[in-house]
């Protein structure tokens, strides 16, 4: 079993920055796929950005792509979202998770998710 527990949430104005942290229990393996993602309210969740463990490949979605950057700390087993320029349309309850594949096992684990306010 995977714990993900999320840091670095808050109240922030539009512009302002904020950075998430999201740690993970336990061994990663290569094949995990680790993001995060958000919901906002009345909204459906939806991804943000993700992280391939094993190569540290990035994926964006539109919305954030070149104010958003997720990075990793493999030592720590430790991913992290930079967040800038942000807008109140940013505000959301931002959820980390990690895909897993094990052979054709899947599974996916969520943490409890941070809040993210963005003030106009």
């Known amino acids: 079993q995977v714990q993900l527990v999320e840091s670095g949430g808050g109240l922030v104005q539009a512009g302002g920055s904020l950075r998430l942290s999201c740690a993970a229990s336990?061994?990663?393996?290569?094949?995990?796929?680790m993001g995060w993602y958000r919901q906002a309210p009345g909204k459906e969740r939806e991804m943000v950005a993700t992280?391939?463990?094993?190569?540290?490949?990035?994926n964006y979605a539109d919305s954030v792509q070149g104010r958003f950057t997720i990075s990793r700390e493999v030592i720590k087993n430790t991913v992290y979202l930079q967040m800038n320029s942000l807008t109140p349309e940013d505000t959301a309850i931002y959820y980390c998770k990690i895909d897993r594949r094990i052979g054709p096992q899947r599974s996916a684990y969520w943490g409890q998710g941070t809040q993210v306010t963005v003030s106009s």
């Open positions: 336990g061994r990663t393996f290569s094949t995990d796929v």
């Open positions: 992280l391939t463990w094993s190569d540290g490949g990035t």
